[in-house]
């Protein structure tokens, strides 16, 4: 029975193997070997050489064939284990490795391998064909230059691998192994692609939100894009997840494929405010997969404007910090508990409107009428509710210093009493001032045994110590009555000059009348100039001989006087001829008067240096005239014979009317004697 099957199975073997050449003999125009058939694969394009090599690997492969055909007629099938993950993940654009491990009870050293994948629509399409002969890559599939396949099947174990995978590559791959026995196994693995998506974005509503709406309000839209798959949003107040709740917490998502097949998402959060998410953060968290984990990432924090009515209200002096005073400029600041966009504030000063819209109420160069209750009241359009609040505001004060004595003028030696006020609504201290230098502190100026020296201007400032720029000044201006004082001391005058001006000063008021009286019966009177010191006269005196000047000055209260004695000196010259030296000529110099008058120095100094200028010229001249031999009887000629003195020895000779001896004298000083001519 067995040889029979071994006869059939040769006989069978025998027509394959025809059947073989045939079909190889014609593989120079197209040959079609049907899927999983073992001696038929798919050949494309063969040259002549190649043919004659296939036909003969295949005559070799004879005995092989026999030797399965002798063990399936004794019926005996060999089993193939084939194992493959369940998924394979990788990144787009990366490049994916799909692993097939197989097994068989006979050996896996003649097996058929082929790679499949399942097409969208559910078919089967093959891309890769591997027996003991050849490695095929099929023509014309998305597939046909991105995979290459390492591994012979002769350790068990090869791998699919593509490169550049892209989002249509995400479908289910089958590696088929079938044994020389007809065993067939095969193995699935579906391959995932994963692309990491943008940074999300994050914008939040830039407008209030009242609590009073029906309906929730928009707070915010997350937004991330390019991812796959899909990601996912979640929204976030304050680190706690939101949860939809109808009525109270809505979030919408829209998800848009892109036309390069990535995923984006839009979520919006809508929600019913209250007063406490005034304060809150809210911001959004993106999870998206990666191959092998999840990953998640998070927007920036923001916060909402939330509307919600006043229940109380706080108005306020917000500048200036202290106390008022007239002058300033005060702003009103109103404010409230609640927070609506659409508040209308209203300032009252005596329950009359003074201003409106804004919370903030400015009031310049304040006075004292604007001191009393502002009221600051606020309107809730939502609510049609009111809310008011007022505070009083006084404004200090300080009126002009008034200065009160019984009289401006007081006699010489008795008491003056001048006080100083100022209408304040503030404590006030003042102070006494004169020439700027303080005198006295409090309202009442007293002034004891008064002098001339006391007259004078007096400042009192009244100030307020709570505000230091707080202030108030006023003048008192004093005179003193009482009899002149001419207080002229130098009397005794000497001139050389023709007329000598004369100055009579003093004090005394009222201003005294004056009277210059001279010793040759000139009598005239003036009246005074005003000075700062008191008064004072000028009187101009004629001299040409010693004169007497009396300046007396009286008014209602005395009189006092003052002599000047002036004398007059005359200019004399010395009739003997002098020795003068050429290079010490000097002019005779008059004694000068024992006071000279501030007036009168001008002319004092051009007559002296007139008088200077005239005896240089006298000088001159009398010496021109004595070398010329025109003075004492002398010729002007000079013996030749006598002796040569000295160039700085030049003489001139002088003669007494009781001596006959003549005295030469050096321009040195020495003496030298000589004989007469």
Aim: proline share 4%.
């Amino acid at each position: 029975m067995c040889i029979m099957f071994t006869h059939k199975s040769l006989s069978l073997s025998l027509s394959l193997t025809h059947s073989l050449s045939l079909s190889l003999s014609h593989t120079h125009t197209h040959t079609h070997i049907p899927s999983l058939s073992p001696v038929a694969p798919l050949v494309h394009s063969f040259t002549d050489t190649l043919t004659q090599r296939r036909i003969a690997m295949a005559l070799r492969d004879v005995s092989s064939l026999l030797l399965g055909l002798l063990v399936l007629c004794c019926g005996a099938w060999a089993d193939v284990q084939v194992n493959m993950e369940d998924k394979v993940e990788a990144f787009l654009g990366d490049s994916a490795q799909i692993t097939c491990m197989f097994a068989s009870d006979d050996g896996i050293g003649a097996m058929i391998m082929q790679w499949l994948y399942v097409t969208r629509s559910g078919d089967k399409q093959r891309i890769y064909y591997q027996d003991a002969t050849m490695k095929v890559v099929d023509r014309g599939t998305p597939y046909t230059d991105r995979i290459s396949v390492n591994g012979t099947g002769a350790t068990g174990e090869v791998v699919l691998t593509i490169s550049n995978v892209q989002l249509d590559d995400e479908l289910e791959f089958i590696c088929l192994i079938k044994s020389l026995t007809d065993g067939i196994g095969e193995g699935r693995t579906r391959l995932r692609v994963f692309a990491t998506p943008n940074f999300p974005t994050v914008e939040a509503v830039q407008t209030g939100i009242s609590v009073s709406e029906d309906d929730p309000s928009k707070v915010g839209t997350c937004e991330v894009k390019n991812g796959y798959p899909k990601p996912n949003i979640t929204w976030y107040r304050d680190n706690t997840p939101l949860r939809s709740r109808p009525g109270e917490v809505n979030m919408v998502s829209s998800v848009t494929t892109e036309s390069s097949g990535l995923f984006s998402v839009v979520s919006e959060l809508r929600m019913k405010v209250t007063k406490e998410d005034k304060d809150a953060l809210f911001y959004c968290e993106v999870t998206y997969f990666v191959p092998g984990a999840t990953l998640m990432t998070e927007t920036s924090r923001f916060n909402i404007t939330v509307n919600y009515p006043h229940t109380a209200l706080d108005i306020w002096v917000e500048s200036p910090k202290g106390k008022i005073k007239e002058g300033d400029r005060v702003e009103l600041q109103c404010s409230g508990d609640g927070n609506p966009a659409s508040s209308i504030f209203t300032f009252k000063h005596v329950m009359e409107e003074i201003g409106s819209d804004s919370n903030v109420y400015v009031l310049y160069n304040v006075s004292r009428r604007n001191s009393g209750v502002y009221e600051c009241t606020v309107f809730d359009p939502d609510t049609a509710e009111e809310v008011f609040q007022n505070t009083t505001v006084f404004v200090n004060y300080l009126d002009s210093a008034v200065v009160m004595t019984d009289d401006r003028k007081v006699v010489h030696g008795e008491q003056l009493t001048a006080t100083c006020n100022a209408l304040s609504s503030l404590q006030t201290e003042t102070t006494w001032f004169k020439e700027g230098e303080e005198i006295s502190k409090g309202h009442t100026l007293i002034l004891n045994d008064v002098t001339y020296d006391t007259a004078g201007t007096y400042m009192c400032v009244v100030t307020v110590p709570e505000i230091e720029s707080m202030t108030t000044s006023s003048l008192l201006h004093v005179d003193v009555e009482g009899p002149p004082e001419i207080m002229e001391q130098d009397t005794e005058l000497e001139s050389y000059d023709k007329s000598v001006q004369l100055t009579c000063h003093g004090k005394g008021y009222p201003a005294p009348q004056i009277t210059w009286t001279t010793s040759d019966g000139k009598v005239v009177t003036s009246t005074p100039t005003e000075t700062e010191e008191g008064f004072e006269s000028l009187f101009t005196v004629h001299v040409t001989s010693n004169i007497t000047a009396v300046c007396n000055a009286s008014n209602k209260y005395g009189a006092d006087f003052v002599t000047y004695n002036i004398k007059a000196i005359t200019h004399t010259t010395t009739p003997e001829p002098t020795t003068i030296s050429q290079s010490t000529v000097q002019a005779e110099t008059a004694i000068p008067p024992k006071k000279i008058k501030k007036e009168s120095n001008g002319v004092i100094i051009a007559v002296i240096i007139i008088c200077i200028l005239l005896l240089a010229i006298l000088g001159s001249v009398l010496y021109f005239l004595y070398k010329k031999g025109k003075i004492c009887g002398q010729s002007g000629k000079q013996d030749l014979t006598k002796e040569k003195s000295s160039k700085d020895n030049i003489v001139v000779e002088m003669k007494s009317d009781n001596t006959e001896e003549a005295i030469l004298l050096g321009v040195n000083g020495e003496k030298l004697l000589t004989s007469d001519q």
